[in-house]
């Protein structure tokens, strides 16, 4: 990390009114029966969708919305818990049961968690840069390295739209 990076620590909202924002997030998503809160990424940001992993206790399905970005059939995301510490519980359940479903603006698909490594990881690192400029800043916050979790199709698995 660069000094000019670390004189530029970001500010972060208080985490508390970040787990606020993503609860209204997704009781907006709930209430209008799944017609607000999802859209797809541009050029020049990132989209979210909901993604559906089985608990790595209890088996129970658990949902979250979170942002992602397309490569190719792929989508990626960043495994960051709002840019605090520990992993997010989503990242923990995909690393438990990679199978999992995400519903997008057009439909909803079966994918497969895994996180990107070496040139991969580094090659989708740089396409979030771009649309995040803070974002090696804000990782600087974590004491560990961020996941870049890739969600590839499932095999055998069709595109489901609904």
């Not at 907006?28 to 799944?34: D, M, N, P, Q, V």
């Not at 989508?75 to 992993?87: D, F, Q, T, V």
């Not at 996180?115 to 995040?132: F, K, P, Q």
Request: charged content about 25%; aromatic content about 8%.
């Amino acid at each position: 990390m660069s000094d000019e990076n670390r004189a530029e620590k970001p500010k972060l909202p208080p985490r508390w009114f970040i787990r606020l924002a993503w609860s209204v997030h997704r009781g907006l998503y709930r209430i209008s029966g799944s017609r607000v809160g999802l859209w797809r990424p541009r050029a020049d940001r990132w989209g979210t969708l909901r993604l559906t992993t089985t608990g790595r206790r209890t088996g129970q399905r658990r949902s979250v919305i979170i942002a992602y970005l397309e490569d190719g059939p792929n989508l990626y995301s960043l495994a960051m818990n709002g840019w605090g510490e520990g992993e997010p519980a989503w990242w923990l359940n995909l690393q438990a049961h990679p199978d999992a479903t995400v519903n997008l603006v057009d439909g909803q698909r079966l994918v497969r968690g895994r996180a990107a490594t070496g040139d991969e990881r580094s090659r989708l690192w740089a396409r979030w840069r771009d649309i995040e400029t803070n974002l090696d800043a804000h990782a600087a916050l974590r004491s560990s390295e961020t996941a870049v979790v890739v969600l590839e199709p499932r095999p055998g698995a069709e595109h489901h739209a609904g």
